[in-house]
């Protein structure tokens, strides 16, 4: 069993920062690229960012210069650090993680439960 937990999240003014945190745990061989998503009321799930086992990263344009992504390999963990956040980034934040549970196995996607984000003007 994998389980991806996300902390971090809360009410920020505009221009503020917040960080994220998604720790992965349970049967993990391997974890490859992992991820952050988000979700605005009414909207579709978007990708804000993501990062290779390497390191290589990914940024939505609405995000780029203002948040970061990165890992710690040793605490299978990905963070998302916000900064000069606006109302349009309000939105509940999603971690994803490609991680295979044994040496012989693909890797399969798995999802956090979500953070909510709020930017208030």
């Known amino acids: 069993q994998v389980q991806l937990v996300e902390s971090g999240g809360g009410l920020v003014q505009a221009g503020g920062s917040l960080r994220l945190s998604c720790a992965a745990s349970?049967?993990?061989?391997?974890?490859?690229?992992m991820g952050w998503y988000r979700q605005a009321p009414g909207k579709q799930r978007e990708l804000v960012a993501t990062?290779?086992?390497?390191?290589?990263?990914n940024y939505v344009d609405s995000v780029k210069g203002r948040f970061t992504i990165s890992r710690d390999n040793a605490k299978n963990t990905v963070y998302l650090q916000m900064n000069s956040l606006k109302p349009e980034d309000t939105a509940v934040y999603y971690c994803?993680?490609?991680?295979?549970?044994?040496?012989?196995?693909?890797?399969?996607?798995?999802w956090g439960q979500g953070t909510q984000v709020t930017v208030s003007s």
């Open positions: 990062i290779t086992s390497a390191g290589s990263r």
């Open positions: 994803s993680a490609g991680i295979s549970t044994g040496w012989y196995l693909s890797a399969k996607g798995y």
């Open positions: 349970g049967s993990i061989f391997r974890i490859n690229e």
